[in-house]
């Protein structure tokens, strides 16, 4: 018998899985993104009144380049917070009934 599969199809961008969907309820996932802003004024308050510096992203691109893993939380639309280890435990195609 032959092996069906060559190794040339083993495609390595499709090893690494991508998720959209919280794997404890199915929720869409959301990301929020620390954005740094220098010379800040601020209130009395601590609300922030206006800054000098900061990322200014004017696209997808831009905004994607904010996203570094230490500085975005990623979580689904009911909160349940993304644990990348917890989602590559679940298979990918679960049965909700
Ligand atoms: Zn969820």
Redesign the pocket.
């Known amino acids: 018998m032959k092996t069906p599969i060559p190794a040339k199809n083993q495609d390595p961008a499709a090893t690494e899985a991508s998720f959209t ?7 869409e996932l959301q990301a929020t993104v620390k954005l740094y802003l220098y010379e800040v004024a601020v209130t009395a308050d601590g609300a922030v009144l206006s800054y000098e510096g900061g990322p200014k992203p004017e696209d997808e691109s831009d905004i994607l380049e904010l996203c570094d893993m230490q500085d975005t939380s990623i ?6 917070p ?1 644990d990348p280890a917890k989602a590559k435990a679940s298979p990918a195609e679960q049965i909700t009934s």
């Open positions: 969907k919280c794997p404890e309820c199915g929720a979580y689904c639309a009911n909160d349940h993304f």
